[in-house]
């Protein structure tokens, strides 16, 4: 027989628990600076807003400003048709300078006939005159009748009791006498409708003066014939050539003013309360976004637009923009703009951003003032300091 050699059974398993990689210095480093960089980002998002708080609550900003300009609407005093354009679109006019001229020669002839009829007028006055010398004669002559009626009558009316006269010879009389006073009064009437007739009042003469203002009135249409600028400015919408038919009063292109330029900006109604005629206002231009412009706060928007109130058209309308859940209304705040000059020329409609330099100060809550610097405390009162005049600048 033949011995078998058991085999031995497998030892059970035994559990070993895992052990973790050791980690490696770089990982280590990169966690810690992320963590690090974590904390930064929200200490310096809490840091930036209150600046930006801070900074706002005393110089208000706002991005919703417009440049703007008095628009001067250029039109014919008179109608006819357009013979000459002195100038195009967007070319820059100065006070005087001819726009177009319209066809001078129907008011031409109304200007001759005018003076013809002045001249005709000045020999019906020459008329009149020596009319009232004739009727002024005329009354001469009829005192001196009468005087003699009245003379004669006094000295055979005596001889009528010793009958040198008769009765019929001092009817006659009588009658004669009646007859030269009526003469005298008609003569006096006479004059006195000469004298009207000539239209004399103090020292003007009406029927003159009448005349010589339908010479003036035609002088004037004459002159109106030349449409020149009133203003100094450029030329916009210019859409009109030789031969177009300009009407009394209708408006064929327009000028764009540039005596007097302004901002429109409109801020919400929270900020207003800082702001107040007067205080300087930084402006910065979209087109010019280098260059530091000046202004001047004239005025603050009492009203807006209602719907329900009516008068569209006369009130300004602010459209009111999204700002979390409240609409804060936005009124808007007139800044007269320093003059521009020829590199940085202004334009209407320009997109601007204005920063009013209000003079409210504010103090570092006292709170605050252990947990910064002192140099960050003192840059702090800076910002709140009113700013100082402003220094010349490219844009005034």
Same mark, same amino acid.
């Given at each position: ?53 801070? =900074? ?37 006019? %100065? ?46 002559? %009829?005192?001196?009748? %009468? ?9 055979? =009316? ?23 006073? %009526? ?67 209708? =408006? ?39 260059? #530091?412009? #000046? ?102």
């Amino acid at each position: 027989m033949t011995s078998e050699t058991p085999t031995p059974a497998p030892a059970p398993a035994v559990a070993r628990s895992p052990v973790k990689a050791p980690i490696s210095t770089p990982n280590r480093l990169r966690k810690i600076f992320g963590r690090l960089f974590g904390i930064s980002a929200v200490l310096s998002a809490l840091v930036l807003s209150f600046l930006t708080w801070w =900074e706002l609550d005393i110089r208000p900003r706002t991005d919703d400003a417009y440049l703007r300009a008095n628009i001067v609407g250029i039109a014919a005093n008179v109608s006819g048709y357009i013979t000459e354009l002195a100038v195009v679109d967007n070319q820059k006019v %100065a006070i005087g300078d001819l726009l177009f001229r319209v066809d001078p020669r129907p008011y031409q002839a109304e200007l001759d006939v005018a003076l013809a009829n002045l001249a005709y007028v000045d020999l019906e006055i020459q008329a009149l005159k020596d009319a009232i010398t004739q009727r002024e004669a005329d009354i001469v002559n %009829a005192e001196a009748v %009468a005087l003699y009626n009245m003379q004669y009558l006094a000295r055979i =009316e005596p001889l009528l009791p010793k009958q040198f006269v008769t009765p019929d010879q001092i009817d006659a009389a009588k009658r004669n006498v009646r007859t030269a006073d %009526a003469s005298v009064l008609q003569s006096k009437a006479a004059l006195a409708q000469a004298v009207a007739n000539l239209g004399q009042i103090g020292n003007v003469n009406v029927r003159r003066a009448r005349a010589q203002a339908m010479v003036v009135e035609n002088q004037l249409n004459v002159g109106y014939c030349e449409v020149r600028s009133s203003v100094n400015g450029y030329v916009t919408n210019f859409n009109i050539s030789v031969g177009q038919y300009a009407s009394t009063g209708v =408006e064929v292109f327009a000028l764009v003013d540039t005596s007097s330029w302004y901002l429109l900006a409109n801020y919400q109604e929270t900020d207003i309360r800082v702001i107040q005629p007067g205080m300087d206002v930084e402006v910065y231009l979209m087109a010019y976004p280098r260059v #530091h412009f #000046h202004g001047v706060v004239q005025g603050i928007g009492w009203a807006l637009y209602d719907p329900n109130q009516g008068s569209n058209g006369v009130l300004p309308t602010v459209s009111p923009t999204l700002d979390w859940v409240r609409l804060a209304q936005r009124f808007p705040v007139r800044i007269v703009m320093d003059p521009s000059d020829d590199q940085n020329p202004y334009r209407m409609g320009a997109t601007a951003t204005a920063i009013v330099l209000s003079n409210r100060t504010r103090e570092v809550p006292d709170i605050l003032k252990p947990l910064m610097p002192d140099a960050l405390e003192q840059w702090l009162g800076t910002l709140a300091t009113p700013p100082a005049p402003m220094p010349e600048s490219p844009g005034r």
